[in-house]
Every structure is written in structure tokens, then in C-alpha cells.
Nanobody, 123 residues
């Protein structure tokens, strides 16, 4: 049974940083595409970044240069380092997984989801 558990959310002022973690279990982590998504209040989820089993990454244009996705295969853990956060990035952040190579940052491309961790950025 695939389980994804996010942590690291919280409240931060604009311009601040947070590091999210996602602990994965129940599947061969290293063979999956892993992604981070966010759902702002009242909006549809949007893809933030993904990372493939070979370490290749993709980012939404809005976060390029500020966010970094990484993974520790030995710990089965996914990370998202978020710098220079903006108030409009207040959202529930989710990690997701798909047993395939990464091919999309759309939410429909991921089968497994965590429960999310809240990030609040104040101005």
C-alpha cells in the first residue's frame, strides 16, 4: 500500500523559506515519478515540480529559480525547498507519485497522493 506523508509546512513572512518533506512507503520509491502540487484556497491544484527516477526535474514557470525539488532514495523521502515565498503561494501543498517516468505536471498524471501540508505566506 502506497503511503505519502508530507511535513514541513507552516507560516512564514513573504520572502521567507520553507522546506517540505514527503516520506514515502509501500512501493519501490526509486522507480516512481514524484511531484509536488499545491491548491490555493478556492482554486484548482497546480503542479509545482517533479523529479524522475534518474534525477531529472521539471518546474512550473512561476517557481523556477526559487524552488528546488530533490529526493533521498536511501530515505525514500522527497523534498521541496521553497525560497523567496510570496503571499499568493499560500496553499495546501501535496506530494504525489506515479509508477512511470515523469511526463506531466498535471494532477491527473499521478495516482498516489498524500494528505497535504499547509503553507501560509503573510505579507
Amino acid at each position: 500500500q502506497v503511503q505519502l506523508v508530507e511535513s514541513g509546512g507552516g507560516s512564514v513572512q513573504a520572502g521567507g523559506s520553507l522546506r517540505l518533506s514527503c516520506a514515502a512507503s509501500g512501493y519501490p520509491y526509486s522507480s516512481f515519478c514524484m511531484g509536488w502540487f499545491r491548491r490555493p484556497p478556492g482554486k484548482e491544484p497546480e503542479g509545482v515540480a517533479n523529479i524522475d527516477s534518474d534525477g531529472s526535474t521539471s518546474y512550473a514557470d512561476s517557481v523556477k529559480g526559487r524552488f528546488t525539488i530533490s529526493q533521498d532514495n536511501a530515505k525514500n523521502t522527497l523534498y521541496l525547498q521553497m525560497n523567496s515565498l510570496k503571499p499568493e503561494e499560500t496553499a495546501m501543498y501535496y506530494c504525489a507519485a506515479e509508477q512511470d517516468s515523469c511526463y506531466t505536471l498535471q494532477s491527473w498524471g499521478y495516482k498516489y497522493w498524500g494528505q497535504g501540508t499547509q503553507v501560509t505566506v503573510s505579507s
